[in-house]
Nanobody, 129 residues
Framework: QLQLVESGGGLVQPGGSLRLSCADS????????IGWFRQAPGKERERVSC????????SYADSVKGRFTISRDYAKNTVYLQMNSLKPDDTAVYYC??????????????????????WGKGTLVTVSS
C-alpha cells in the first residue's frame, strides 16, 4: 500500500518555476509508473505528465510540453515535476499518482477516463502576480 506525499507547491509569479516532489516513505516507487495530474477550481482533473517505472517512456499534456519535465531519483525514492515558464492557467492542485502498470504508460496517462491505483492528497500551485 503506497502513501504518496506531494510537496513543493506554492505561490509563484508568471514566468517563474517550481519543482514538485512525490515520495513514499515505505514502498519503492521504482516498481510503479508515476503520473502527475492537476485539477483547477471548477474544472475536471487532467493529466499532466507520466513516467513508466524505468523512466524510458514519458508523456506530457500538450499544454505543458516544453515547459514541464518529469524525472525520477531512484536513490531518493522520489519523482519530480520541474515546472518552468509557469502561467496563470497552471494554477491547480497537483496530484501524484501511481500505477502497477509499470512497463507501459497507464491508460490514465494517455487517455481521458483512466484511473491510477494510488493517489496522493495533492499540493496547491498558484501562479499569480
Amino acid at each position: 500500500q503506497l502513501q504518496l506525499v506531494e510537496s513543493g507547491g506554492g505561490l509563484v509569479q508568471p514566468g517563474g518555476s517550481l519543482r514538485l516532489s512525490c515520495a513514499d516513505s515505505g514502498s519503492a516507487l521504482e516498481y510503479y509508473s508515476i503520473g502527475w495530474f492537476r485539477q483547477a477550481p471548477g474544472k475536471e482533473r487532467e493529466r499532466v505528465s507520466c513516467s513508466t517505472s524505468s523512466g524510458d517512456m514519458t508523456s506530457y499534456a500538450d499544454s505543458v510540453k516544453g515547459r514541464f519535465t518529469i524525472s525520477r531519483d531512484y536513490a531518493k525514492n522520489t519523482v519530480y515535476l520541474q515546472m518552468n515558464s509557469l502561467k496563470p492557467d497552471d494554477t491547480a492542485v497537483y496530484y501524484c499518482a501511481a500505477s502497477r502498470t509499470r512497463w507501459t504508460l497507464p491508460a490514465a496517462c494517455v487517455q481521458a477516463g483512466g484511473d491510477m491505483d494510488y493517489w496522493g492528497k495533492g499540493t496547491l500551485v498558484t501562479v499569480s502576480s
